[in-house]
């Protein structure tokens, strides 16, 4: 599993309250991901760090807004969710050329 | 219109068969290429990666890609139940952070 957890494994929120997730990695690489998986979609990508404080958009980063202040951990914030934002989400790392994802957090948004 | 595009089945065949499961692209551009397999609530497993094209076999599985055509291909050979699960595919630049652009997946289901 690349050494990767993700935290909480399963949300049930409501409406308009922020969501945090945290993804941790035990393992120092450089590069972090947040990707959301729908059905008909596969997995897009929302945000991706490539360092300490250093982050960008990916194909779906409305609504959200990560954080990275140790190489370790990459947060995912939800500032208010809606029912769109309902998914499952998976953090992943680069190591190489490889691609390797955590175990993913089901958040449900009612 | 999707830059990956996956038929997402699902496919069911009895064990022992060969599988194919296939993506078409539209970015020439893309020189990595992955598969991935995600058994259910789990998440995706990297099963083989190739770059640019040609084929790549690991024990009952091979990887093959056709940049001409903008196609690439996983083949299964003497399936199993075990290999029931999701597939999907992805693909990246050579350059950048390394973001992936994924199919949607195909289901697949290997009856005993």
């Known amino acids: 599993d690349a050494g990767i957890t993700q935290s909480p494994r399963h949300k049930v929120t409501e409406t308009g309250t922020p969501v945090t997730l945290r993804c941790h990695q035990t393992e120092n690489h450089r590069y972090m991901y947040w990707y959301r998986q729908d059905p008909g979609h596969g997995l897009r990508l929302i945000h991706y760090?490539?360092?300490?404080?250093?982050?960008d958009k990916g194909e779906v980063s409305d609504g959200y807004s990560v954080s990275r202040s140790k190489t370790e951990d990459f947060l995912l914030t939800l500032e208010s969710a809606t029912s769109s934002q309902t998914s499952v989400y998976f953090c992943?790392?680069?190591?190489?050329?490889?691609?390797?994802f955590g175990p993913g957090t089901r958040l449900t948004v009612l | 219109q999707k830059e990956v595009e996956q038929d997402p089945g699902p496919l069911s065949v009895p064990e022992g068969a060969i599988v194919s499961l296939n993506c078409t692209y539209s970015n020439s551009a893309f020189q990595y290429f992955m598969w991935y397999r995600q058994y259910s609530r789990k998440g995706p497993e990297l099963l083989m990666y190739t770059y640019s094209s040609g084929n790549k076999e690991d024990g009952r599985f091979t990887a093959q890609v056709d940049k001409s055509s903008k196609y690439i291909s996983l083949f299964i050979r003497d399936s199993q139940p075990s290999d029931s699960a999701t597939y999907l595919c992805a693909m990246r630049l050579i350059q950048g952070a390394q973001k992936l652009v994924f199919g949607q997946g195909t289901r697949l289901t290997i009856n005993p």
């Open positions: 760090s490539y360092g300490v404080k250093d982050t």
């Open positions: 992943a790392i680069s190591a190489q050329d490889e691609q390797f």
